[in-house]
């Protein structure tokens, strides 16, 4: 036993059939998911987004140290500076430091350097990761498993947002320091994903790619 407070922990017990019912409902809804790179201006409520935040906050983390700061900007004049500084990013990006293969990987993708749906997505979330934790004393703790956790949290909060009906993209401009600058984070935060949030625009296209077969991605070890 843990000498630290413990509380009971009840799930509910589904039986097989409702969880294999479950199981099938989620993955047919998630797998509809698509990055989506023209947004809809429409608003989206604050309280919306505090949703999809909690929600990507309840990941689990190393050591539970939770190495995370969520930043969500619907400010017009903090978006804009997003843009013009993740644009100039992107032309370098475009026009010599991405390799000829690289380029020829995005190639399907429609991408380039513009990037106007920074502004047009009533909101962005900007993901920090915390290399370390200050504490009240001003002291440097430990966080554990940093890439990890926060990776794991961006996967709760993408799939939260496309389970509340709205879209998203996963933008990683190169280097994103200015991320930091302008949202005037501390020197233990680091940006680590940019996503736009909102209704994707009417019309929206996307590209016509596929996911690997499950059979390509699964390896099962079972009893005979």
Not at 35 to 58: E, G, N, P
Not at 64 to 71: A, G, R, Y
Not at 73 to 91: L, V
Not at 122 to 149: A, M
């Amino acid at each position: 036993m843990s000498d630290f407070p413990q509380r009971a922990y009840k799930p509910d017990r589904l039986d097989d059939e409702e969880v294999a019912r479950r199981a099938q409902v989620y993955r047919q809804n998630i797998q509809q998911r698509r990055s989506i790179r023209h947004f809809s201006k429409d608003a989206v409520d604050a309280s919306v987004i505090d949703d999809l935040i909690a929600t990507a906050a309840s990941a689990p983390s190393g050591a539970n140290k939770q190495p995370w700061t969520f930043c969500a900007i619907s400010d017009p004049a903090i978006k804009r500076r997003i843009r013009e500084a993740a644009e100039e990013e992107e032309k370098a990006f475009y026009s010599s430091r991405a390799s000829e293969a690289w380029l020829k990987d995005l190639e399907p993708l429609g991408t380039d350097w513009r990037k106007p749906f920074l502004e047009d997505a009533p909101w962005l979330i900007v993901v920090f990761r915390k290399s370390t934790t200050i504490q009240p004393d001003g002291s440097q703790g430990k966080n554990y498993y940093v890439q990890e956790s926060v990776g794991i949290a961006c996967g709760f909060l993408i799939a939260a947002i496309h389970q509340a009906g709205l879209s998203t993209l996963t933008h990683t401009p190169s280097p994103m320091g200015f991320l930091a600058t302008i949202l005037d984070r501390p020197s233990n935060e680091k940006p680590f994903l940019l996503l736009p949030v909102g209704h994707a625009a009417e019309g929206s296209m996307v590209p016509d790619i596929h996911r690997l077969p499950l059979d390509d991605v699964r390896r099962s070890f079972v009893e005979d």
